[in-house]
């Protein structure tokens, strides 16, 4: 099984990370590809560049087995949507290959208004990462979906390539990048919120300032 996480990744800190690698040994994943976004579509445009982000993201996984940056987004250009991503990437491993898209548990409450989102779910798994206690489920329509495509046995993604909603509980860090730019824009360190090659390219590049 392939883990997805997408992203701005503006910066890449702790509170991707850590989730990230809970997935990755909490459901048995071959590798978790980081995909940074181009243009965001559902959220203010990145303040750093394409390159630094990528950059960024590059140095922070750099030393940790089973993670991956994948570019395709990037020199895709345009818009950044998850429907077309996963084609993309289908048409590179294949339609049996179980992907599982790793999203946060706010992300999901929204995912009805994502662009093709039933379709979405044809071609992957979605792991929602949440909180231990906290529901993700938003409305009366997501909750139908949830408990139509439900599953509580990690072990049973890897049997269909998509098509099933988990929850999976991950380790819960209250960093954010809106934090981190915001402590960078004041002439504060954000140290120890993310990986030291991280704060180095932020420091030496004057980002966020």
């Known amino acids: 099984m392939i883990g ?3 992203g701005t990744f503006d910066p890449i800190h702790f509170g991707h990370l850590r989730p990230a690698l809970d997935c990755l040994q909490g459901l048995g994943l071959d590798h978790v590809r980081f995909i940074p976004l181009n243009v965001a579509v559902h959220r203010p445009r990145p303040m750093a560049s394409s390159a630094l982000r990528l950059a960024m993201l590059e140095a922070a996984v750099a030393d940790q087995p089973g993670f991956v940056v994948d570019r ?3 020199n895709r250009g345009g818009g950044s949507y998850t429907f077309d991503t996963l084609t993309s990437l289908r048409s590179e491993f294949g339609v049996d290959r179980p992907f599982c898209l790793l999203i946060g548990g706010d992300a999901f409450a929204g995912f009805l208004d994502w662009y093709r989102p039933l379709e979405i779910l044809e071609l992957a798994h979605i792991v929602v990462m949440r909180r231990p206690g906290h529901d993700p489920v938003a409305s009366p ?3 139908q979906l ?3 495509h439900a599953c509580d046995d990690p072990g049973s ?3 269909r390539p998509g098509g099933r909603i988990l929850f999976q509980s991950v380790t819960q860090m209250d960093i954010s990048a809106t934090r981190i ?5 004041l002439g504060l360190s954000p140290r120890y919120l993310l990986p030291e090659a991280v704060l180095g390219m932020i420091e030496r590049e004057g980002l966020y300032r």
């Open 4 to 6: 997805l996480l997408g």
């Open 72 to 74: 395709r987004e990037l």
């Open 141 to 143: 329509e997501l909750r």
């Open 146 to 148: 949830y408990l139509e």
């Open 157 to 159: 993604l890897a049997r």
């Open 181 to 185: 730019r915001e402590l960078a824009r």
